[in-house]
């Protein structure tokens, strides 16, 4: 009577389901597939692309004078890094640089506080930019000259131009962009002025204050270098413009080329291990930026 009331057993079949239609399994990549995924590889096979192109071309030309191989070019480069030359030019215009860099980052944010503050400053922040953003800063060199005379305070002037005003024009245009609830976040928070600023609308303005800092960094970079080439030494010692022009009037095309080398090797360093590592533990960190 018990077996009759045991219900039967079914007997058990395990069958492959077949993966659904329009998704794709997913293979193992190969080296080369991930060597691709990591930015740092393919820079470096750009970087090498560029080599063979300028190598192929100087063979092509066959004119050292007019434009030397890359290998020249390295040959060079290690040189001037093994005499100490080439080192203690990039030293001497990096020292200026960074003076003008820091004074001209300082002025811009006063100048925009002025503006986020008042009315006033925020109409004196518009008349100035558009009075000074367009004009060059080379072209103030000669009245820079004039007034602090031939020294590194005439190039920290020109640098500090062509800092202020991109920086500025950014981080306004970033402190425009907070949205107002995070405005009145703050607000309700006690935040007020200078509190308020450095508490919410920097941080709400940081992609637009980090993308001024690299363009003003790029302005005060080739500022330097042309003031250097067209004016020379500084305080009795020359940076890597004066480096440039001294061997091109000596007709060392392989050492123009070397300094030419050094001011981009120096801005790849700044913009890959500088400013690269700033946006990841600020803007990617707070998912500001993909």
Not at 171 to 188: C, D, K
């Amino acid at each position: 009577m018990s077996a009759l009331l045991e219900p039967p057993i079914r007997q058990e079949f395990v069958y492959a389901a077949p993966p659904p239609a329009g998704i794709i399994v997913e293979r193992p990549l190969s080296r080369w597939q991930r060597w691709s995924q990591h930015a740092l590889w393919r820079k470096v096979l750009i970087l090498l692309s560029l080599a063979l192109l300028w190598e192929g071309a100087a063979r092509w030309t066959h004119n050292d004078l007019l434009l030397p191989s890359f290998i020249q070019t390295a040959q060079a480069f290690i040189g001037g890094i093994a005499s100490g030359e080439l080192l203690t030019r990039t030293a001497a215009s990096l020292v200026v640089l960074l003076q003008g860099y820091a004074v001209g980052v300082l002025a811009a944010f006063v100048l925009t506080l002025l503006a986020v503050s008042s009315r006033i400053g925020r109409d004196l922040l518009e008349t100035l930019t558009a009075m000074l953003n367009p004009l060059p800063a080379i072209a103030l060199l000669p009245l820079a000259l004039l007034w602090f005379g031939l020294g590194r305070a005439s190039l920290i002037f020109v640098i500090v131009h062509s800092v202020m005003w991109p920086l500025a024009l950014n981080t306004y245009a970033g402190f425009q962009g907070v949205p107002e609830t995070l405005r009145m976040a703050g607000r309700n928070y006690g935040l007020n002025g200078l509190r308020l600023v450095l508490h919410v609308l920097v941080p709400g303005a940081l992609p637009s204050i980090v993308s001024g800092l690299k363009i003003g960094w790029a302005f005060a970079w080739r500022t330097l270098i042309a003031a250097e080439l067209v004016f020379g030494t500084t305080s009795g010692q020359g940076g890597l413009g004066w480096y440039i022009f001294q061997n091109r009037n000596e007709l060392y095309t392989d050492k123009v080329f070397a300094g030419l080398a050094a001011v981009i090797v120096i801005g790849l360093i700044v913009e890959n291990i500088g400013f690269r590592t700033l946006e990841r533990v600020t803007l990617k960190r707070w998912g500001m930026q993909r």
